[in-house]
């Protein structure tokens, strides 16, 4: 069975662009949650979605979205792009979120200049 | 919100050694992982241990949730095993976002 797969691998963006980044989970899987690894602040949880609703957010602005689609692949989106943007965005998915392992795909390492 | 503390932050050890990792989080939780973070930034998962003990070749965790902490074990390391170990819990029903502590770095050296 496939891995999580995120793209693009590796993007880099000036202040004030907008980016997109695309997770598909393992198939089966319809929860998918994000997070942002920086070294300042560490894996910080941005959101989860379910069945295309998102189910929990996390304590970012709302620059910050995201969306789910009917076959469980989701995109975050992050708008008016600023330097403290500038981390490895992560994408996990598990059957049904909640409590059981979390697969994590390969990460977007986002530099923004 | 619940704090995850993670020590040591750095080890070193030589090949062959062994090694405790230690997880303290401040509250009760109903969803506890160990992740593996590789030179490249993946996250692997290593286990997904709540309660109780759990091994997986040369390594093993235990979680005393009544006592507020988790334990990864790393029995005759190799480089390989080189990289930072993440401890992440949960204590929401439901739908569970994950707070991770700041990991333990472990570099194994020939």
Known sequence: KAGVTQTPRYLIKTRGQQVTLSCSPISGHRSVSWYQQTPGQGLQFLFEYFSETQRNKGNFPGRFSGRQFSNSRSEMNVSTLELGDSALYLCASNRQGGMETQYFGPGTRLLVL | ?110
């Open chain 2, 1 to 110: 919100g619940i704090q995850v503390e993670q020590s040591p932050p750095d080890l070193i050890l030589q090949e062959g050694a062994n090694s405790t990792l230690r997880c303290n989080f401040s509250d009760s939780v109903n969803n506890l992982q160990w992740f593996h973070q590789n030179p490249w930034g993946q996250l692997i998962n290593l286990f997904y241990i709540p309660s109780g003990t759990k091994q997986n070749g040369r390594l093993s965790a235990t979680t005393v949730a009544t006592e507020r902490y988790s334990l990864l074990y790393i029995s005759s390391s190799q480089t390989t095993d080189s990289g930072v170990y993440f401890c992440a819990v949960g204590s929401g029903g439901g739908s569970e976002k994950l707070v991770f502590g700041k990991g333990t770095k472990l570099t194994v050296n020939p």
